[in-house]
T-cell receptor, first 112, second 115 residues
Framework: KQEVTQIPAALSVPEGENLVLNCSFTDSAIYNLQWFRQDPGKGLTSLLLIQSSQREQTSGRLNASLDKSSGRSTLYIAASQPGDSATYLCAVRRHSGYALNFGKGTSLLVTP | DTEVTQTPKHLVMGMTNKKSLKCEQHMGHRAMYWYKQKAKKPPELMFVYSYEKLSINESVPSRFSPECPNSSLLNLHLHALQPEDSALYLC??????????????FGPGTRLLVL
């Protein structure tokens, strides 16, 4: 069974800092990995999707990397802003079926 | 339009009530999903519809009954729920269910409280 772990569970940084969120998964047989953002009580917003054959994806201040063989992904956020405060979820899509297996998320607080 | 809409936003129901959650997308997506998210937990897949047919039921109790009346709409009918079913119910869609590069687009969710 695929287990997805995110570290740290919570993170507080001052505005302007660069930061890294970590995601690890136990089964490397994945189609892709997605990073989502979830604001309190809201739905999920897709940030980046990395195919299993790719090493990284970038969107604005966000950069996600994938090392499938070691079962790890990182989400790098440059020059953090208070508006980045949210929970960040990592999800892997299994080879079989459509389901996304989610980690428990990292709760990020960026203070002004 | 990359929006998935869900109604209602909030729902309070008793254990003997029958209610329905509604999800709609107009992106031409042919795969639609229901997820359940308990507080402080990640979303868990409940059902997948592919081309309007139920393709995955993740061993969900029969008190939850999904329905896909057309390619844009997905309903979740609720009957005789338990207090432990209180959660945020998220709907998602993706363009084609079996393409590996597909992003799932999520709605804002319906927050359900069962008394």
């Amino acid at each position: 069974k695929q287990e997805v772990t995110q570290i740290p569970a919570a993170l507080s940084v001052p505005e302007g800092e660069n930061l890294v969120l970590n995601c690890s998964f136990t089964d490397s047989a994945i189609y892709n990995l997605q990073w989502f953002r979830q604001d309190p009580g809201k739905g999920l917003t897709s940030l980046l999707l990395i195919q299993s054959s790719q090493r990284e994806q970038t969107s604005g201040r966000l950069n996600a990397s994938l090392d499938k063989s070691s079962g790890r992904s990182t989400l790098y956020i440059a020059a953090s802003q208070p508006g980045d405060s949210a929970t960040y979820l990592c999800a892997v899509r299994r080879h079989s079926g459509y389901a996304l297996n989610f980690g428990k998320g990292t709760s990020l607080l960026v203070t002004p | 339009d990359t929006e998935v809409t869900q109604t209602p936003k909030h729902l309070v129901m008793g254990m003997t009530n029958k209610k329905s959650l509604k999800c709609e997308q107009h992106m031409g997506h042919r795969a639609m999903y229901w997820y359940k998210q308990k507080a402080k937990k990640p979303p868990e897949l409940m059902f997948v519809y592919s081309y309007e047919k139920l393709s995955i039921n993740e061993s969900v109790p029969s008190r939850f009954s999904p329905e896909c009346p057309n390619s844009s709409l997905l309903n979740l009918h609720l009957h005789a729920l338990q207090p432990e079913d209180s959660a945020l119910y998220l709907c998602a869609s993706s363009q084609v269910p079996d393409r590996i590069q597909e992003t799932q687009y999520f709605g804002p969710g319906t927050r359900l409280l069962v008394l």
